[in-house]
């Protein structure tokens, strides 16, 4: 074999923690099926809602505007500290994710509280009517993923402050950047739609 | 010698390759096997698994014709005939259908891009797991008296709470959930796997025909199957266990709002099924008439604007519901050219057989048929397009003639001739050509002796879904030639099975490359060794072993002692890292355990979600778990 047919890749590094990873593709990958579940949500919402008449039903109390709109802020914050974690991950700087994850976790559990206060306000349940249905649904996945990415957030801070912070914790902590984006970008045209769909869309009695 | 040479007889060290072997070697014993992560075994195990449903469910058909054979026949009851048909349409689509192109898919991707395994090999199995436990949960529900009845829909309000009562139907809704995750996950890994680990400087023009197929089928799952998970999971589920409101008219819901969702994925489903096989008969093609595609540029744009029109179709399902006309003569027009990108690629392979130097082999056979079959089954795809055409024959049995020449000869006549092509990869020795021939014709004649009576049927107004028929309505006849048409079929099937287990014993031994095939499958050993390739080559042409000698080369510089694989750039390949892959490990499979424990009790309380989600993250966390820096020292 003539060293041209060869090709050495022993100088090459064993891992990347930048979008060249697979990891990063398949967390986007992840992000698209979810989004896609998300945007037929959306389109079940405007599909129900063509459906009756008065949008949304007598009596039904929406989801404040003041609550919902306060609570993008720490929302929005929250992803300044996934993303610092996230650069700290690529510079190998421990600290940096360590603060970087905390803030993201501890501004997206305010946000959590925000989003309990939303919820706990609203006066009608998933089984009151298919607006009531809609709602809820939306509400729910998109808080079940919330509070599964949060734990995972979790774990990642206990590996890395328990001193594991090798190169797989470190792209770990880089692609659940790309989740969390992802679930703080999404809420925006949900939030779009439970908060402001009614007064744009609805008809009121 | 053959310009062959420098990839067939790799001069790879002795102690080189045992410590390739000791490296990805997945144990010995029951725990090992319960943890294996090599792709050919995993795909492996998704091909025989799909293939003991596709028996179950070739079963339920002989008996719903047998029971079709003659009017007023009282073999089986109403209610029987509804479970069996709905048994066998789930099991077909979800069981049979789309697992087993994932499982070539698993196999045969990682070999023909040059790397030794998926992106994401635990990934990998944990579907295999979810796949094999939906199949369980429904079967193991049927055979102890709830099975679902409601079609392999189960449209509301048939399938509602009022109409519908008893586990059945909240079974059938969960196993679709399990089917669907193991789908996905073999999309993701698919995807990234095309687009990340190929081998060097196979650009994207290098891509196999097989491989875009299975790129497309990919993005496909990932657009659709939320779809159908949220169809079956969240509106139909959870309108009948928890008393939401999705398809409840009542409330403000809409029945129909179930069969948008449903068919937003029912109408790709099938494209997911059959743009695989449209791959594997580019592969069979290439190889038996020894000489690339003809248009490749053309074929793969083909195969990409199938992907996107394809999710402009689900309407078509839907002409009988009374929509607004404008939507309808949209979705007709988008059925008609989808005619348009599937007959592009017809041409390219009768160019490329013109052109060719043709083997008449079994797995030609078998693209002949499709090619015949699928035609026919395109054509009256055209004609149910035009909607008042449709609205004559819709429910009928001129629609299940359409759809099972679509599906039968667009999709299980390439599976079988891409079975043949790829048998000596597979096991290493060669599949008996008289006998897959003869399986052929038997299989072709008794298709279209079930099949093609079908049409007459619905142009006579057979309805489907009907256990029994009064016989002054004269459809006797073509419905006995059609149930001794399944039986000829069952025959064809047997004749298959009976050749594969034969040759798997006592075929004559297959070399690495036994059809002088150009990709790179044919490269690695017949069975390929777990690792593939020693070493990962580099390729110089679409067919790189039909590529000039000093154009072949090979990748060195990787670690044996660890799973490396080369990772390389999204467009032309180049090399950017070596990705160590994570070892053999329990933890799929225990994931998978502890969501099928939580996904099955939430078809009682709505609770066991949160248990489902407890137990998966549980698992993802051993999975996850940071191994000892061994792994990542450069």
């Known amino acids: 074999m003539t060293p041209s047919n060869t090709l050495d890749v022993a100088a090459l590094p064993p891992y990347s923690i930048s979008s060249k990873a697979p990891l990063w593709w398949g967390q986007i990958l ?12 959306i389109a079940i919402y405007f599909y129900l809602r063509l459906g009756v008449d008065v949008w949304p039903p007598p009596g039904a109390r929406t989801p404040g ?14 992803a300044l500290g996934s993303y610092w974690a996230s650069e700290a991950a690529k510079k190998d700087d421990r600290r940096g994710m360590i603060l970087g994850l905390a803030l993201n976790l501890a501004l997206a559990c305010l946000f ?4 309990y206060l939303t919820w706990s306000g609203l006066n009608f349940n998933w089984a009151s009517n298919a607006y009531g249905t809609i709602v809820w649904s939306i509400l729910f996945l998109h808080t079940f993923d919330l509070v599964a990415d949060l734990l995972f957030t979790l774990v990642l801070l206990v590996i890395v402050a328990a001193g594991r912070s090798g190169p797989k914790p470190r792209l770990g902590v880089h692609v659940d950047s790309v989740v969390w984006y992802f679930l703080v970008g999404i809420w925006l045209p949900l939030y779009a739609v439970l908060v402001w769909g009614p007064r744009v869309v609805g008809v009121s009695q | 010698m053959s310009i062959r040479t420098r990839w067939q007889i790799q001069v790879v060290a002795e102690t080189e390759r045992s410590e390739l072997y000791r490296t990805w070697s997945d144990g010995g014993g029951l725990f ?3 943890s294996v992560t090599t792709h050919q075994a995993i795909g492996m195990r998704y091909i025989v698994t799909a293939f003991i449903f ?3 469910g070739g079963v339920e058909a002989l008996a719903m014709r047998l029971q079709l054979a003659r009017p007023e026949n009282g073999l089986l009851g109403p209610d029987r005939y509804n479970q069996i048909f709905t048994m066998h349409g789930t099991t077909m689509m979800f069981l049979f259908a789309v697992p087993v192109m994932e499982g070539m898919g698993v196999y045969l991707v990682p070999l023909m891009l040059g790397t030794r395994n998926v992106a994401f090999p635990r990934l990998n199995a944990f579907g295999y797991w979810m796949y094999l436990f939906g199949g369980l949960l429904l079967y193991i529900s049927a055979f102890t008296g709830t099975a679902p009845a409601a079609g392999w829909f189960s449209y509301t309000p048939l399938s509602g709470p009022q109409y519908s009562p008893g586990k059945g139907v909240d079974v059938w809704a969960q196993m679709i959930t399990f089917t669907e995750i193991s789908a996905m996950c073999v999309a993701t890994e698919l995807i990234v796997t095309i687009f990340k680990l190929r081998a060097p400087r196979m650009s994207l023009n290098r891509i196999p025909m097989f491989c875009w197929g299975m790129l497309v089928q990919s993005f496909m799952v990932i657009f659709a199957m939320p779809a159908v998970m949220l169809a079956s999971t969240v509106l139909l589920l959870n309108d009948r266990t928890i008393g939401t409101h999705f398809v409840n008219p009542a409330e403000g819901g809409d029945p129909l709002l179930y069969q948008h969702i449903f068919w937003f994925f029912g109408h790709p489903e099938v494209y997911i099924i059959f743009i695989p096989a449209l791959g594997m008969v580019s592969a069979i093609v290439e190889a038996h008439s020894r000489r690339g595609v003809f248009g490749y540029p053309a074929m793969v744009l083909s195969l990409v604007a199938n992907g996107f029109i394809a999710f402009g179709l689900w309407v078509h399902h839907m002409f009988a519901t009374g929509l607004p006309q404008v939507a309808e003569a949209y979705f007709t027009a988008a059925s008609m050219m989808i005619g348009i990108t599937s007959a592009v690629q017809i041409f390219c392979w009768i160019a490329t057989l013109w052109t060719g130097r043709l083997r008449l082999t079994a797995a030609m056979h078998f693209v002949f048929g499709f090619l015949f079959i699928f035609v026919l089954g395109g054509l009256t795809g055209i004609m149910l397009a035009s909607i008042p055409f449709d609205l004559q024959v819709h429910d009928t049995f001129f629609v299940v003639a359409h759809f099972h020449y679509v599906l039968i000869g667009g999709a299980l006549f390439p599976l079988f001739g891409g079975f043949h092509h790829w048998f000596p990869k597979f096991t290493g020795r060669m599949i008996s050509e008289k006998a897959g021939k003869a399986a052929f014709w038997i299989l072709f004649a008794g298709f279209n002796l079930t099949f093609f009576p079908m049409h007459i049927l619905g142009l006579k107004g057979m309805t489907r879904r009907i256990y029994t028929y009064p016989a002054d309505l004269q459809w006797g006849a073509d419905n006995l030639l059609a149930t001794i048409g399944a039986f000829i079929i069952a025959i064809g099937g047997i004749v298959f099975i009976a050749n594969v287990l034969w040759s798997r014993k ?17 490269a690695a050993a017949s069975p390929p060794e777990k690792f593939n390739f020693a070493h990962i080559p580099v390729v110089g042409g679409r067919y790189p072993l039909w590529t000039p000698s000093e154009q072949q080369g090979l990748v060195v510089g990787m670690r044996n002692d660890r799973r490396e694989v080369l990772v390389t750039s999204a467009m032309d390949a180049e090399p950017h890292h070596r990705l160590v892959l994570p070892r053999s490990s329990i933890w799929p499979l225990l994931t998978a355990i502890g969501l099928a424990i939580g996904l099955v009790g939430s078809i009682f309380a709505f609770s066991w979600y949160y248990l489902a989600a407890a137990l998966g993250m549980i698992g993802f966390i051993g999975w996850f778990w940071p191994h000892k820096p061994v792994e990542v020292r450069p």
């Open chain 1, 65 to 78: 505007v003041a609550t919902s709109s306060i609570a993008l802020v720490p929302l929005l914050a929250s």
């Open chain 1, 30 to 41: 992840l992000c698209v099926i979810e989004g896609s579940m998300f945007c037929m949500l």
């Open chain 1, 112 to 115: 959590l509280l925000f989003r």
């Open chain 2, 54 to 56: 596709l028996l179950l």
């Open chain 2, 32 to 34: 090992g096997w319960l």
């Open chain 2, 506 to 522: 006592h075929g004559a031994r297959a070399d690495n490359d036994p059809w002088n095939a150009g990709t790179l499958e044919w």
